[in-house]
Structure formats: C-alpha cells, structure tokens
C-alpha cells in the first residue's frame, strides 16, 4: 500500500477588479456579514469599505517569483506553490530560510 501526504497547491497572480454583475448579490450578503460580525467599528477594517473590496479576481499569469519560501513548480500543466498540507494547517508558526513567515 503506497500513500501521499496531502498538498496543497496555490497560484498567483495579480488581482483586479471582476465582473460583479453575476456575483453582485453574493459580495453584498458577505460585505454586510463582514461588517456586523468583524468590522463593527469602520477603524477595524480600513481596507473593506465597498462589497468590490470582499473578492478580487486574479490574471491567468502565475507569479513565479519565490512565496513562502518555496520556488514556483508546475502541476498539470499550472505554475504555482506546492506545499505539504499539514505545513500550513497545523503549524501555528512556519520557519523557512531562518526565516519566521
């Protein structure tokens, strides 16, 4: 019997603005949700102050530059960052490089 750890693999890209007309509904419902239970005070979260602030869309290009400490790797044909799940899911602190992320 031959068994893998889980990964966890992410891409990256440059986000922008997306057509919110289909997702118009949905990004109000999560920015007021967002607003009575984590920024009741407009202080606490400077950077969501529109429902276009909740999601952004990101490019097709994949940044290959270094995240996380770890070098870009191809999936399936996808450029992106893998990683070993439990890395990122039960470690309160991950050190790289001599490097605390």
Known sequence: LLAAPPLLFQQRGEAHLCNR???????????????????????????????????????????????????????????GYADFLYTMADNDVIVREETVL
């Open 21 to 79: 007309t289909a997702m118009q509904t949905f990004l109000q419902r999560q920015f007021d949700l967002l607003r009575e239970s984590h920024c009741i005070i407009a202080s606490d979260c400077p950077n969501t102050k529109s429902p276009a602030d909740i999601y952004k869309c990101k490019t097709q290009t994949a940044d290959v530059s270094r995240h996380f400490g770890l070098n870009a790797t191809t999936l399936q044909g996808a450029i």
